[in-house]
T-cell receptor, first 113, second 110 residues
Framework: DAGVIQSPRHEVTEMGQEVTLRCKPISGHDYLFWYRQTMMRGLELLIYFNNNVPIDDSGMPEDRFSAKMPNASFSTLKIQPSEPRDSAVYFC???????????FGPGTRLTVT | RKEVEQDPGPFNVPEGATVAFNCTYSNSASQSFFWYRQDCRKEPKLLMSVYSSGNEDGRFTAQLNRASQYISLLIRDSKLSDSATYLCVVSSGGYNKLIFGAGTRLAVHP
């Protein structure tokens, strides 16, 4: 079985540009999570979906961030416009229930210059 | 007080040593507990779930102490390949999400 798939693996962009990160969860998992990890703040939950519906977006830093899940096998996290402080590793994870173990994708390492 | 607290380490131990990490949590309503392992520049990976009765997986033993609100991870006969950051994960008990600790770094040396 394929695990969680994320693309791109690395993204380097200039401040002000739009960035779109993509995630394909494990088939059959009803929950999808977006996290951001930095040295300073550790692993932060940005938003999560249940059956394609956003449940908790309280971790989304500001209006520049948006996330969608148009179907059970695809989600995007968009940053527009990007800023240098958005530089981090963004992980997508999926699980069968919010309280069950989560499986992480390999992450997207974002650098905004 | 943070919801989940871990000693950041690093714990520097020789091969073959036994090492233990503790993790405290603040919400007594938490029901799910896990240990994850994260290698440098990689994603967190599930190491083991933590059950009320305690559980063991090879060289790894996890225990839960609800009265004192902590979980522990014991690693016996440490290998070089055990060097990683170990993340304690606890369900939020009311906010329907898992809370990840900041991690404890382990370095096993020859």
């Amino acid at each position: 079985d394929a695990g969680v798939i994320q693309s791109p693996r690395h993204e380097v962009t200039e401040m002000g540009q739009e960035v779109t990160l993509r995630c394909k969860p494990i088939s059959g998992h009803d929950y999808l999570f977006w996290y951001r990890q930095t040295m300073m703040r550790g692993l932060e939950l940005l938003i999560y979906f249940n059956n394609n519906v956003p449940i908790d977006d309280s971790g989304m830093p500001e209006d520049r961030f948006s996330a969608k899940m148009p179907n059970a096998s695809f989600s995007t996290l968009k940053i527009q416009p990007s800023e240098p402080r958005d530089s981090a590793v963004y992980f997508c994870a999926s699980s069968m229930d919010w309280a069950r173990e989560q499986y992480f994708g390999p992450g997207t390492r974002l650098t905004v210059t | 007080r943070k919801e989940v607290e871990q000693d950041p380490g690093p714990f520097n131990v020789p091969e073959g040593a036994t090492v233990a990490f503790n993790c405290t949590y603040s919400n007594s309503a938490s029901q799910s507990f896990f240990w994850y392992r994260q290698d440098c520049r990689k994603e967190p990976k599930l190491l083991m779930s933590v059950y009320s009765s305690g559980n063991e997986d090879g060289r790894f033993t996890a225990q839960l102490n609800r009265a004192s609100q902590y979980i522990s991870l014991l690693i016996r006969d440490s290998k070089l390949s055990d060097s990683a950051t170990y993340l304690c994960v606890v369900s939020s008990g009311g906010y329907n999400k898992l809370i990840f600790g900041a991690g404890t770094r382990l370095a096993v040396h020859p």
